[in-house]
Structures are given as C-alpha cells and as structure tokens.
C-alpha cells in the first residue's frame, strides 16, 4: 500500500500516485551477453534499478519504493527511516510504495524477519547512491569540490553558503541506472534518524479511524461477497438450490464453479445472509475423515519421511556419560488472526486487480493468474494492510475468492470479501504439530558431550511461492482443479521444521536429522518463526534438563557450552535485569526459567527470563513477568525493536499456555474464540526489554527472535516451580494436573 | 427500508433493514472505519462501540434496535489533529502492532474510563478483558490507558 507521510494524499485512499517508469532494467539487458552482472546484496540482486526505489521529484520529495509490506511490525517505518537518514531528507518528505506488482520491487515475501536485512540493505545502497548522485550534481552546478558539500533536509550547501535543492536537481539526477552497490553508507556514528525511536507512520490512522486497512476499501459501485466453504477437506458439492437464494434481497449473483461455490450481494449483510441459505441448501459428498486428534503425534511419525543429517559433529564418546532422553511436541497452532482475511478484486477490461494483505504480492499474482487462466501481466496485485498474519493465514486464498467472485460480477463491479470467522479457523494454514525426539550424554564433569537432535515435521511453507502448483485454497475446489504446489522442505541454514534444529552450544559431538513428513494430514503452512518455536523448546529444555542433572545453575551451565560473545552478552545481560540469582530455586508454585536462542542460528539473539505461577488446584500456569535481552544487531528503531519483543513474548506465551487447534474425524472443530483461546489482557505477562546495540553490525529483524526463547523460559520456570517436566505443548490445566498428581 | 440512529452526535437515516449488524451500518454505509468485523459473534470486542456511554458489541447489536441512542464510535473520540487523550496516549506509547483490534480496546477504554477515572492496572486489565489482541500489544495497551487517565485527570 501507500504511506504518504505528509498525510497530505491520504484522504485519496489506498489507490496512491501513479508514477510512470518502468522496472525493466535496460541496461542490464543491455549489457548481459558482454558479462555477469555484479552481485548486489539483499533485495538488490533481483531489483537492480535504482530507480526501481528511489526517485527524486522536482519539489525535492522522493518516492521510495518498496517490495516488503507493513504486517504490523513496524517494517515500513523502519525502512523509511533507513531511506530517509541516506537521503538527508525528513521522514515527511518520503512518499512511500509498498508491495504493488506494478510500482514496487519484487522482494518475495514479507517473511522470516528478513525485511530489515534484505529491504533495508537495498534501500540503503540505493539512498546513498541517490545521494552521492544529487551531491555530485550540485558540485557541478556550484563549481565546488563534492566533498566541500553538505546536505541537510535535501539542500545541498557550499562553505560559501550557496545552496541548490533536491528539487532543483531532479530533472537532471539521472537514476534510471544500476544500482553500483558502491555507494557509502552514511557512518553509523552521524544518524539523525536511524537508531532513533520514530513514532510508526501508521498508528495515528489506526488509533483515529483512518483509512488504514484493506477491509476499509469502499470502491464505487462495490459490492460484497461470500464464500461457501465445504463441510471439511475435499468434500464435493453435489447440489445448491440457487434459485432461492438468488431471489434472496439485494442478491446479485450466485458463482459455482465445481465445488467453489460464492454469493455477490449488494450489501454485506445481504451477502452473509445468503450465504447461510446457500450453505443450507448444499449437499456435499463427505471428503476423506482426518484423523484422530488423540493419535496425531503416533501418525505424523508412522507417516513416510525423508531424513536428512543437517548437522554432524564427530569425536570419541567417553565410557563413563551419563545418557539422557527426551521427546518434545507441538500441536497444531493458529495464526487466528483478529480480522479475518479479506481481499478486494476488480475485473475490468480483461484485467484483474487485487488489494490485498498478502505478505507476497508477486507470488500471490503468479497463483492467481494460474487460477484465473489470465497471463501474469494481466493481474495486479496491491497490497493494503489487514490484521495481523503472523505468517501464511488466509490472505492470500480470499485474493483468489474475490478475484474469482470479481470475475462474476455483472458489469464488472468490484466485490469485496471477508471471510467469516468459523471459515479462518476451520482453513486457514496451521503451523504444523512437529515431534523432536533429544538424547544427550553428560560427562562426569557436568559437560554435554553428545547431542541428537531428530526433528519430525510437514513442510513450514505452502505458499503461493512455492513452484509446481497452486496454493491458493479455492483452486483445489474448480471444476477443472489445479493440484497444489508439491510440499518442500525450506533448506538450512534458515530451515524449516529444521529451524533453530542445530544447536549453538559448543558440543564436541553432535548429530542433528531433520525427518520431513511429506503427507499433511492437515492443512498447514508458515506460522511465524516456522520450526524455531519447537526446536527451541526441545532445545532449552532438554540443555535445563541436563543442568539438573549436572547439578548446575541453567544461566551458567549455558554460559559454560557458549563461546560466541553476542549469545553471552544477551544471557548476562537478560540475568542482571531479572536479577537471576545463581542456583535459585522454585518453591513449588513459582519459580523462574531462562531460555536463549540465535533466530534461524544466524540473525537475531535473544535470551528470556520468565517467571511463571502454577495453581495447583486448577492447574492453570500464568506468567506474570517476564525479562527479555535482545542483539539484534544495529537497531534501526528501538521501540519499534522493544514492540517485536514484547509482541513476541506475549504471542508466546499464549501460544505455551493455552493454544492446540482441535479437531476429529469430521473435520476442524476450533472455529471461534471459545474453541481456540488465546492470552488476554488479564493473562498478559509484564515485560521488561534490554536492548544491546551494535551499531556497526548489520541491522537484522526481530519479529521471530523472542518466541522459541519465550516457549522455553516458560517451560522451564514451571519446572523449576513444580520440578515436574512438561514435554507436550500447551501447558495447559489438564497435563499440569496429571503432571503434579 | 430506512433506520434512523444518532451517531457521534448526528442524526443519520440509512437504507438498511432493522435486523442488520450495527457494525455493517457504521462501515459500510457512513464510512466510519474503526470499528472491526472480528467474529460476528461477540467474543473478540474488535467492533465495540458506545451505545449512550455503555461498550456494546456492534457486531451483534441490530440496528433497529439503537433507536434514540447515541452512538459513539472512535471516531467520535477526536482526529489526528486534535486527538482525545487516549488517542494521544496511544500514540505517545505506540499502542499498536497491526492496530485492528485497537479501536475496540479504546472504545472499552473509554467506557472504563468514564465510570472509573483513575483505575488501577488492575482494572484496566480487567476492564479491557473481553477484548482479544493477537500481537502481544498488552503492556503498551495498559500503558496507554493509564497515561490517559493520568492526562484527564490533569485537565
């Protein structure tokens, strides 16, 4: 979507400025029988215009364009201020572009806290180039020496006190070139606005009731839809009784195409009102039965699955260990997103275009044109933010509804459609339930010297982005169905269900299988931060597992298997703040736990303290506090980091305590609020953020880094509370009072 | 079918059956954003609005039934420019990850505040405890409210 800073084009809606240039790199093309191109970092190496993000208008404002999309997590603020600090222009002079197949670059997917590290690289580069562009413009301009210049709020001064303006320079800033990738970055040590703790562009929308998401779209002539969904998985639609619900009020169409089946109605009550009666009258025959929640874990390892050794250390194993086993497991967890998914679609002269929440509008496009039977350039994608995903929700599968439903509509009339509450939970992605089975060996010295580590899991990505199919849920159900994307593992080092598998302790010998489950007895995709919250879990709790056994302290039998200073720094720093003391003890109710983590073994360190409250009659866990120590590198913008942490924590915790989606044979039963609970605002531990910057590392995401810390402080500290082990997630009522007898 | 309502101190009429979700009136047909379709079943507080000072549901509250009422939704509240002290307080503590659930939260804020000025965090967790936010937004939600109590109490 748009984020005009100056609010001054905000009232025009979603639709924003259009800007004619084009993002087919001419010289590239040019250039690349003669050689290879140069290999640019980040986002750059598919986006290698730098006119593609940056362009100077003849006000001196610049439009920044961007691929990566605002979820909630601060990312667009972030990189607008990493854009506006290489340009020496003021926040409010940056019009902003994000996620549109049409005007933005394509960065994939807004996923895997990667949009600071891969967007904000590229914007980055291509700020300081634009700058050094503009800077060596107005040597010439002045007759002055480039380096004798300065630049402040896009005017470019000499000693002498002659200016010229971004502005003034515009029409002749040629930036439809390569980005060099040579540009140099402003030294860390002169930011005026990265580093800073800048007010997000979008709240003051969100908290007045400004046009802020894509379910406020009101498009002339719009009208509403809905769609039907089968009573379970692949269940066929055998009859409807159109008639009735056509001469419904305000119904404009009813749209079936094989076992899709939707409803246009004027309004949206209308709309949901014939939709009920179409789900009434439809006859289904039943889909195959899923399987038993009860055996779910028994299934998923009986289940064939390609084992792969992702990590392997060797060295002689001494005679006199100790060997201990563990198995750990995650039911299926939802993104349950507050607002259900929504998208709105517009069929006009032989093209579609979507607003959408999608975390990937290219993607997203490319499965949409496989549904629609239209070729790629025929459908545009613009992205418009929604509720908070978390990872792949619904999003992009309401784009093909109402595309499909647009596509319908008489007289090409927009459609909008928001799923219904029940149809998010009952189909939505889950995150997948995984298994990890753990055994270690424990010297006599109190040192783990063998580790195994086997993880068993589906696949953590079925998105639109995936080759060889369609991923879009309606597809599955046309007359003339498009078989989904064959299911892959995400290889290491970010990983899967393998994510944050390997450990970063140092272990003398280790051994580490991740056993990738091909068949998904249940629909399941990327829920934030993928295999880590699991792997994370076993991992840390299994290490304090070993601590007790080696009769250590867990903040210092960690500190004792890490040699990386960053991962030692978060743990010493989070035990200050929470002033852990050393070898402390649970009284039975409350006690405190410790978990760390290096996201994906390669991005962002975080270590928690929580302290949790068992009561041991109801058996409900809380968490009344927590503490939180995070490097993420060189912070971009503090409380925007500080949200992403304690967001993380509280996510968690929610997820620990209280989340498993349930179903039975017939199909998915957790469909509202009540069937799948999560953290209120009661139960909402308090956190506290220590935040370590490192100003001349690079700038890594944040918004997975807390969770599989979280999950396992928790864990941890309800055994140090209780000295009962719990090894299934959630930690709910049921377990903690079988647990304590 | 036309129904008549009150709604941040005007008098609207709009083309809808009785029987339909205040929600669906407030968005769809007077174009006021804030209010959110979360569940249509008045769990989430996602839609919350005043109904003459009082947090309804207006996700389940029928229209036909508001009658005489006023309706106060967030952005009866104050605007970017001259906001009210909750929403300048959850500016100030950037009360807001996605921010979809964040008009409900202020709206049951508001009605919190109104019958008791200077709560405990205690009462605004409670106060605040039907609304449901899935970013872990919690602290700062608490935060904000406090902050705003703190500034009307100031004026």
Known sequence: MNVVVSRREFAAGLGGIVVAFTLAPRLLVETALAQQPAPLPGSLANNRMLDAWIRIHADGDATVC???????????????????????????????????TEKTPNEGVTSGSQSIEYGGVALRLAGAQVREILVDLAAKRLGADATTLTVADGVISAPDGRKVSYGDLARDADL?????????????????????????????????????????LRLPGMAHGRVVRPPQYGAKLQTIDEAAVKAMPGVVAVVRDGSFLGVIAEREEQAIKASVALAKSAKWAAGPPLPDQAGIYDLLLSLPAEAKVISEKQAALPDDVRVFEATYRRPYTAHASIGPSCAVAEFKDGKMTVWTHSQGVFPLRGNLAMGLKLPADKVHCIHAEGSGCYGHNA??????????????????????????????????????????????????????????????????????????????????????????????????????????????????????????????????????????????????????????????????????????????????????????????????????????????????????????????????????????????????????????????????????????????????????????????????????????????????????????????????????????????????????????? | MAVSLKVNGAARSVPAEPDTPLLYVLRNDLALNAAKFGCGLAQCGACTVLVDGKPVRSCITEVGSVGESEVTTLEGLGTVDKPHPLQKAFIEEQAAQCGYCIAGMMMSAKALLDVNPHPSEADVRQGLADNLCRCGTHNRIIRAVLKASHAMGRT
């Open chain 1, 66 to 100: 961007m691929g990566k999309v605002e979820l909630g997590q601060g990312a667009v603020t972030a990189l607008a201020q990493i854009a506006a600090e290489e340009l020496d222009l003021p926040l409010a002079r940056l019009h902003l572009i994000s996620g549109d």
């Open chain 1, 176 to 216: 439809h070139r390569e980005v060099s990738g040579k540009a140099r970055p402003k030294p860390s040590s002169t930011h005026t606005i990265v580093g800073k703790p800048i007010e997000r562009l979008d709240i003051p929308g969100k908290v007045t009731g400004g046009v802020a998401y894509v379910q406020d």
């Open chain 1, 395 to 741: 999003a992009d599968d309401v784009a093909l509804d109402a595309a499909l439903l647009a596509r319908a509509a008489p007289g090409g009339r927009p459609v909008r459609v928001q799923w219904m509450r029940g149809d998010e939970f009952g189909w939505e992605p889950f995150g997948p339930a995984m298994v990890i089975k753990t055994k270690a060996a424990l010297s006599p010295q109190g040192r783990v010297v063998d580790w195994n580590f086997d993880v068993f899991s589906n696949t953590h990505s079925t998105r639109p982005s995936e080759p060889g199919g369609n991923n879009l849920l309606s597809s599955w159900y046309l007359a003339d169905p498009q078989p989904p994307a064959p299911p892959r593992t995400i290889p290491q080092p970010a990983g899967g269900g393998d994510r944050n598998a390997i450990p970063l302790y140092d272990f003398p010998r280790q051994r580490v299988v991740n056993h990738f489950i091909k068949e998904m007895p249940l629909r399941v995709s990327a829920l934030r931060t993928l295999g880590a919250y699991a792997n994370v879990f076993a991992t840390e709790s299994f290490f304090d597992e070993l601590a007790l056994a080696a009769n250590a302290d867990p903040v210092a039998f960690r500190l004792a298997h890490l040699k990386d200073p960053r991962a030692r720094a978060v743990i010493e720093a989070v035990a200050r703040k929470a002033d852990w003391k050393p070898g402390e003890k649970g009284d039975g109710s409350r006690g405190r736990g410790i978990g760390f983590a290096k996201y994906k073994t390669l991005a962002t360190y975080v270590a928690v303290i929580a302290e949790v409250e068992v009561d041991r009659a109801t058996g409900k866990v809380s968490v009344p506090r927590a503490w939180a120590a995070v490097d993420s590198g060189q912070i971009i913008n503090p409380d925007g980091l500080a949200n992403q942490m304690e967001g993380g924590i509280v996510q968690s915790a929610s997820w620990t305590l209280k989340e498993e989606v349930r179903f039975d044979r017939d199909g998915i039963k957790s469909r509202d609020w009540l069937g799948y609970p999560i953290l209120t605002m009661p139960e909402a531990p308090k956190v506290e953020v220590v935040l370590i910057d490192r100003p001349d590392e690079k700038p890594l995401g944040s918004g997975e880094g807390a969770q599989g810390p979280a999950v396992a402080a928790i864990a941890n500290a309800f055994a140090a509370a209780t000295g009962k082990r719990l090894r299934d997630l959630p930690l709910s009522p049921d377990r903690v009072k079988a647990a304590l007898g």
